[in-house]
Structures are given as structure tokens and as C-alpha cells.
């Protein structure tokens, strides 16, 4: 059973900055995928950034120049670190993992901006 371990969640005020990590474990394989998801209270779900096998890196239009994701294959670990955080970041911020044999999602920490 894969599980995944998130943390780095928490208050921070406009233009301040978290990191974000999740680490997975429980599979005989290395994700071919892993990405950060957040939801905000009554809206969808919707993708931040992700990170595919071939180090394949996407984000979402609303963060570019502001998150960075990254990933320690050793540890099979995905990070966010956000910087400028704006209170529109205010969410529940979810890892997802792909695997050839599945996918697992993190229990959510969540993240909020507020001065």
C-alpha cells in the first residue's frame, strides 16, 4: 500500500514563503509522476505543478515565477517551495502520485496566507 507523507503546511503572511514536502513510500517502483494539487474552499481541485518521469515540469498558469518543484529520486520526496504567497494561494495543497501500477493522493495540509 503506497502511502504518502505531506508536511511544511501553515500560516504566512503575503510575500512570504513555504516549502512544501511529500514523501512516498510502500511501492516496489519510482513514480513516473508526482504533483501538487490544491482545492480552496468551494472551488475545484485544480493542478499547481507536477513533475513526470524525463523531469517533464508543468505549473499553473496563476504560479509561474513563484513555486518551484522539485524531487529527490533517492528519497522519493516531491517538494514545493513557494515564494510571494498571495492570499489567493489560501488552500489545502494535496500531493499526487503516479505509479505504473496506480495512483495515491496525500491527506492534504493546508496552506494559509493572511496577514
Known amino acids: 500500500q503506497v502511502q504518502l507523507v505531506e508536511s511544511g503546511g501553515g500560516l504566512v503572511q503575503p510575500g512570504g514563503s513555504l516549502r512544501l514536502s511529500c514523501a512516498a513510500s510502500g511501492s516496489a517502483f519510482s513514480p513516473d509522476y508526482m504533483g501538487w494539487y490544491r482545492q480552496a474552499p468551494g472551488k475545484q481541485r485544480e493542478m499547481v505543478a507536477s513533475l513526470s518521469r524525463g523531469d517533464s515540469i508543468d505549473y499553473a498558469d496563476a504560479v509561474k515565477g513563484r513555486f518551484t518543484i522539485s524531487r529527490d529520486n533517492a528519497k522519493d520526496t516531491v517538494y514545493l517551495q513557494m515564494n510571494s504567497l498571495k492570499p489567493e494561494d489560501t488552500a489545502v495543497y494535496y500531493c499526487?502520485?503516479?505509479?505504473?501500477?496506480?495512483?495515491?493522493w496525500g491527506q492534504g495540509t493546508q496552506v494559509t496566507v493572511s496577514s
Open positions: 499526487h502520485v503516479l505509479y505504473p501500477t496506480g495512483s495515491s
